[in-house]
């Protein structure tokens, strides 16, 4: 599967993004999807995922309350809303796909997504 990331942009701090990761192929369905972020010097770390089949979603902490994953199968579309932006969500944001089954107690891990989109930078001023 092809991911393709977009919707970043700059926005000041307390304000909001939607970001959308489009996937080519016909089996969107079969896969987890997460969404990861990378800031300048920092490793890539989990933000939130959806699971294929019961939707259920997982949290960073830093951004619970603030984020909300969501997926639309018809549309082979996972999507990032993003409010109370703080300057420290100022990263480049990666959406990735997972096959692992065990998803529920691996979503955070890097490691076991298959594939990866190209990033797309939100920057956030104070």
């Known amino acids: 599967v092809q991911l393709q990331a977009f919707g970043g942009g700059l926005v000041q701090a307390g304000g909001s993004l939607r970001l959308s990761c489009a996937a080519s192929?016909?089996?969107?369905?079969?896969?987890?999807m997460g969404w990861f972020r990378q800031a300048p010097g920092k490793e890539r770390e989990f933000v939130a995922g959806?699971?294929?089949?019961?939707?259920?979603?997982y949290y960073a902490d830093s951004v619970k309350g603030r984020f909300t994953v969501s997926r639309d199968n018809a549309k082979n579309t996972v999507y990032l809303q993003m409010n109370s932006l703080k300057p420290e969500d100022t990263a480049g944001y990666y959406c990735?796909?997972?096959?692992?089954?065990?998803?529920?107690?691996?979503?955070?891990?890097?490691?076991?997504?298959?594939?990866w989109g190209q990033g797309t930078q939100v920057t956030v001023s104070s």
């Open positions: 990735a796909a997972s096959t692992y089954t065990y998803y529920s107690e691996t979503y955070y891990n890097r490691g076991r997504y298959d594939y």
């Open positions: 192929g016909r089996t969107f369905y079969s896969y987890h």
């Open positions: 959806i699971s294929r089949s019961d939707g259920n979603t």
